[in-house]
């Protein structure tokens, strides 16, 4: 059974940075995408970033594109979420989610990381 767990959320002030970590064990597929997402109180999960299998593509929403840095350690099967100049609106839970080669969703998420941007 895979497990994604993800740390490195916490309390930042605006205008600070965070870097997310999502570890990915007990796989038994290949991935072909891995995603953050994140969804704030009393609003839908939305996307934030994804990355291909070989790391060669990336894709950002457009609240985080050109602050946010999406990488994939293979070696280490961790995925990481930089984000930039942080913003009140950022405060959310960010969730980590992986696809499987084959699949066209998402089928595996992690619990969440809780990341809070006061003002």
């Known amino acids: 059974q895979v497990q994604l767990d993800e740390s490195g959320g916490g309390l930042v002030q605006a205008g600070g940075s965070l870097t997310l970590s999502c570890v990915a064990s007990g796989r038994t597929y290949s991935s072909y995408a891995m995603a953050w997402f994140r969804q704030a109180p009393g609003k839908e999960r939305e996307f934030v970033a994804a990355?291909?299998?070989?790391?060669?593509?990336?894709y950002y929403a457009d609240s985080v594109r050109g602050r946010s840095i999406i990488s994939r350690d293979f070696a280490r099967n961790t995925m990481t979420l930089q984000v930039n100049d942080l913003k009140p609106e950022d405060t959310a839970v960010y969730y980590c989610?992986?696809?499987?080669?084959?699949?066209?969703?998402?089928?595996?998420w992690g619990q969440g990381t809780q990341v809070t941007v006061s003002s």
């Open positions: 990355i291909n299998w070989n790391g060669g593509s990336t």
């Open positions: 989610a992986d696809e499987p080669e084959g699949s066209s969703t998402y089928d595996y």
